[in-house]
């Protein structure tokens, strides 16, 4: 769905100012938005749930501070939240994982771990391989791709530069290649 | 198998599958979403709206709202201050409010404009603070009534300062004056403050053509020594030193006269009366009880009491030596007993018209009439007759203004003395008693 991104912007304003109604239908706008950006990132719809409640809860207790900038639209401030909170989860996941010692070295830093694509139909195949590149790489290939956010804004989003986000994702497309080079085999 | 281009791997990154919550999922989520916002903004309303909005957004809200609101709050800052005011402009020394009455009046005096509107605000509130003295002191409160007399006090002197430096129009100044006065006498205040010129003691002792002032200004002794006798001279030289009105050295001048006169002309003079009067006339010097001269202006009327009778001389001089003199020769007796005598005093305060009349007349010599010259020339003579005369008769006109008092003294002298003196010799005396004065510093 196609939203104006003044549309956006007047909502986050009536939020700030304490509208309910206007963060409602914030939430109506992005919710999927945001679960698609950690659905394919973590194990099940559950923590994927669970995240993108995270995000919105951490979205209204920081909507007071949020300036509104020329050029930068709110959702990428809204991705920056999530990826920070899927890192948070990846971490968590990894001390949880490395309480196992057996599982200890099977889990890559930061690294997404492998989602439930048993579920998934062919054409979501993309998606599985998406999942098996690194987090920096999922991220620019997600917010360029499905979000077609700017070299700008993913560098926001990342904290660093445009060139390095477009270092990252001529390497995220040929690594991607690569992937599903190796799902059809 | 060729690889995928980049054209295609980025249309099947586009292409991928649109997850979306379930529905139950995204309405729960949605209520608990909604459910946190309202605990956050109830819990800190203010807080959450000061942070999105800054500090005066819901002032500024409340006033876009509701547009009577500023109007209301300006009509009850103005009652309140106002009244505040008020009060504070009634409140008296001990009050709550007469610190900020004062506060007040300084920030006012800095808004006003103008030196005559400045002065005129100074001596109202002098009268302010006189108002509030009457009522404290009516009150009983001593204290409190001694603050506001200090400052009453204080603002009458800043009024004086304004006055003395011309911060006020003519017009402006006669109505302050008036009323300062007014004020004045509320408080038994002289007109003129009690020294204000610092000059405190001045004792003049003649002795033959010198005299030495002995002086206390701004509580340091001095002593300085002019060349000359004659007393107006003297206050002149005095006032001239140390730069303050004559009148000032008037209100304390003494005047003394030793028995020695020193002068070398009337040295022999006085040898030679001295010498005749002990000789011929030890009755009549033992006869001279009362002499008593009091200078007015220009003029000196001497009383005298010898040999039990009373008389009045007027003389045209205030140089000491020649009112000696003239005594002396009216009495026929020498001029020692007279100075044991003689008591010098200004009669009252000198109008300085007159005095300057006296100057003006003294500078213009040349063009003074026939008749004058002749009564300055004369001047023992025409004091000899005035013997016994009233005091009243003595005449401003008839005053013979000299061109030098210390050069008339010296002609009565000459005329006295027959000759037997050098006047050049006496005006070498004269001419340095403005420039010879000793330092006061210097005899301190």
Known sequence: ?185 | MTPMTDQELEARLRNASRTSLRPDVHARMRASVLAEFQRVTNSSADRYNEQVNGPFHFIIQLFTTHPMIPALIAIVLIISTAGTAVAADRAKPGDRLYSIDRGLEVAKFAVVFGDDAKTKYLQELAEERGREFGELETEGDAAHAEEAQRHALDALERVRIRLENNQASDRAREEIEDRIDQLRDRFDLEDEPGNPTGLTEAEATVHGQTTTVQYEFNDRKSTITLQTTDVDQIVTSLADLLNIDEAAVRAVLRVEITGDNSGRGSDDQDENANGNVNDDNEDNQAGLTEAEAKIQGGTTVVKLEFNDQKSVLTLQTTDVNAIVQAIASNLGIDEATVRAVLKIEYEDDQGAENRNVNENQNTNSGDQEDEDQNDNENSNENQNSNTNSDEGESDDEDRNGNENQNTNSDENGQDDSEGEDDPEDREEDNSGSGGDQEDPEDNS
């Open chain 1, 1 to 185: 769905m196609e939203v104006n991104q003044n549309t956006i912007d007047e909502l986050v304003s009536d939020a700030q100012r304490g509208d309910t109604a206007s963060v409602g239908r914030l939430f109506d706008l992005l919710a999927d938005r945001v679960y698609r950006y950690v659905r394919f990132r973590v194990h099940g719809d559950d923590d994927a749930e669970d995240l993108t409640q995270i995000v919105f809860l951490e979205m209204i207790r920081s909507l007071p501070r949020y300036k509104q900038q020329e050029g930068v639209r709110f959702t990428t401030w809204l991705f920056q939240i999530a990826r920070f909170r899927l890192i948070d989860h990846y971490r968590a996941a990894r001390q949880e994982v490395t309480l196992d010692p057996e599982l200890a070295d099977t889990q890559p830093q930061l690294q997404a771990p492998p989602g439930d694509f048993a579920a998934l139909g062919s054409g979501e195949v993309i998606d599985r391989a998406l999942a098996a590149l690194p987090e920096q790489y999922q991220t620019v290939l997600h917010l360029r791709y499905r979000e077609d956010c700017s070299t700008q804004e993913i560098a926001a989003v990342l904290g660093t530069t445009e060139g390095n986000v477009r270092v990252l994702q001529y390497r995220a497309l040929n690594t991607l290649r690569d992937q599903l080079d190796l799902e059809k085999l």
